[in-house]
């Protein structure tokens, strides 16, 4: 390890690392040093421009398309990463659907498809990579939250439920996996300023600029931040927590 690259013989699997904060926070572990697993559950050409990127900057890379929501898959990714790499030092979690439908409107089949990717996909990677990281002799983990559960954002209830059983994971794995030397946290960003697809919506009025006290998105770049902090040795001392990262639109 160095000032410089911190992350220097670190390996990392980032999901839903093609754009977005996922790309951001692949390439910002790279700059650290690290070697990156870029997952993504479609889109191989924009998973593989990516590692591309992360090449450029001189690390390793590999791309691995790879649905979080399906143990086969996670497995298989798993066993690549080792493979390829030799081992696996830091998990993050990013993978995960947004959507906005009432209540009263939302099928069973929308709530699983929510809950299959943020809460068993994150399940699933943790499940598969804390055994290689306890090989390593420790290792971090880190899962995307959000702020609407804190906030109670409607029209998201299943969004909310994934990301409150997320964060239960992550206080549960920090209670015993700290014995191994492996620290687990969440993130829960705010209101951040990337582009989103059509099935996520319009940015929900509960999360307008108004009601954010720094007036302003977030950026890719701040979670990311968020992350190298966690993951980092700066990190080594913190685990189990929740770092809200809102602009002080949920004071924690």
Known sequence: MSETFPLA?????????????????????AQDGADIVVNGRSDTALLESVAAEIEALGRRALAVTADVSQEDQVKEMVAKTVAHF?????AVSNAGLRRQTPLIEMDY???????????DGAFLLARHTVPEMIKRGGGRFVGLSGVSHHAGVPNRVHVNASKAGLEGLIHGMAGELGQYGITANAI?????????????????????????PLHRLGTPDEIAAAVRYLVGP??????????????????S
């Open 188 to 212: 829960a960003p705010g209101a951040i300023d990337t582009a989103r697809g059509a099935s996520a919506g319009a940015m929900p009025a509960a999360l307008a600029l108004d009601g954010i």
């Open 86 to 90: 030799g081992g696996i030092d830091i």
């Open 9 to 29: 013989g670190k390996v990392a699997i980032v999901t839903g690392a093609g754009k977005n904060i996922g790309r951001t926070i692949a390439l910002t572990l």
């Open 109 to 119: 089949a929308e709530w699983r498809e929510i809950m299959s990717v943020a809460l």
């Open 234 to 251: 700066g990190g080594g001392y913190v685990t189990g927590q929740t770092l809200h990262v809102n602009g002080g639109k949920v004071v």
